[in-house]
DNA sequence: ATCCCGAGGG
DNA sequence: CCCTCTGGAT
């Protein structure tokens, strides 16, 4: 089976179990989808769902994050973890928002990725959920599933293991799909120990009982 | 101990 | 490639 034939069957198979495929980040619009991204860095959804509704009642708009105090936001991310760098992202990024992009958050991965603290698996969330575009989130989940199930040659390098998705995925399904592989990673194809005797792709996964 | 839907710097 | 930033969960 070729990797373009085991990537469809998983794409089915996936679609079946899990129905709807949507990020587990509470936001809404762009900038709001943008931060909490940069907040789930090394930190569960649920923490940041914890955090963002604070967050975004302290700073409702672009630009009171453009004048806000690091200190304040520092306060309100701390139990996210990574809190300093976070906090000066947020407030770095909207300043270049507000001050290169007119206000609006870019709708392209080179001016995605020009932001203080928004790289390619940032960029690709918000490409894919906020403005429709075909993208490959290549985060945790999707690089250690992509490599067990055998759609994958690499492991460790992200922007690799995107563009050899990005090769084999049909473009209108790969957002969806690396979603679900976020929701298989979670619930069935964990980190350390692998429920692969439940698993839906265990008759097409190369790692199936091997892990 | 080891991992969590990362990014930037060396 | 590697390391660091960092709190919380298991």
């Given at each position: 089976?070729?990797?373009?034939?085991?990537?469809?069957k998983a794409i089915e198979a996936l679609k079946e179990l899990y129905p709807?495929a949507?990020?587990?980040?509470?936001?809404?619009?762009?900038?709001?989808?943008?931060?909490?991204?940069?907040?789930?860095?090394?930190?569960?959804?649920?923490?940041?769902?914890?955090?963002?509704?604070?967050?975004?009642?302290?700073?409702?708009?672009?630009?009171?994050?453009?004048?806000?105090?690091?200190?304040?936001?520092?306060?309100?991310?701390?139990?996210?973890?990574?809190?300093?760098?976070?906090?000066?992202?947020?407030?770095?990024?909207?300043?270049?928002?507000?001050?290169?992009?007119?206000?609006?958050?870019?709708?392209?991965?080179?001016?995605?990725?020009?932001?203080?603290?928004?790289?390619?698996?940032?960029?690709?969330?918000?490409?894919?959920?906020?403005?429709?575009?075909?993208?490959?989130?290549?985060?945790?989940?999707?690089?250690?599933l992509?490599?067990?199930i055998?759609?994958?040659?690499?492991?460790?390098?992200?922007?690799?293991?995107?563009?050899?998705?990005?090769?084999?995925?049909?473009?209108?399904e790969?957002?969806d799909f690396c979603h679900r592989l976020v929701y298989h990673?979670?619930?069935v194809?964990?980190?350390?120990?692998?429920?692969?005797?439940?698993?839906t792709l265990?008759?097409?996964?190369?790692?199936?009982?091997?892990?």
């Amino acid at each position: 089976m070729t990797k373009k034939q085991r990537a469809l069957k998983a794409i089915e198979a996936l679609k079946e179990l899990y129905p709807v495929a949507h990020c587990s980040l509470d936001t809404t619009g762009a900038l709001q989808l943008l931060i909490a991204t940069r907040l789930s860095a090394q930190c569960t959804d649920a923490r940041v769902n914890q955090v963002t509704p604070v967050l975004f009642r302290k700073f409702p708009t672009l630009q009171s994050f453009v004048e806000a105090d690091i200190k304040d936001i520092e306060d309100i991310i701390r139990s996210c973890g990574l809190y300093k760098t976070k906090a000066k992202d947020i407030k770095n990024m909207c300043i270049d928002i507000a001050q290169k992009y007119g206000g609006q958050v870019p709708d392209t991965m080179e001016d995605l990725t020009s932001l203080p603290g928004v790289g390619r698996k940032t960029a690709n969330l918000v490409l894919g959920e906020v403005f429709g575009k075909p993208a490959v989130v290549a985060d945790t989940h999707c690089i250690r599933l992509s490599g067990r199930i055998g759609l994958t040659t690499v492991t460790k390098d992200a922007y690799k293991v995107e563009k050899e998705l990005r090769a084999i995925l049909p473009p209108e399904e790969s957002n969806d799909f690396c979603h679900r592989l976020v929701y298989h990673g979670r619930a069935v194809c964990t980190a350390r120990s692998p429920k692969c005797d439940q698993c839906t792709l265990a008759d097409i996964c190369i790692s199936c009982g091997k892990v």
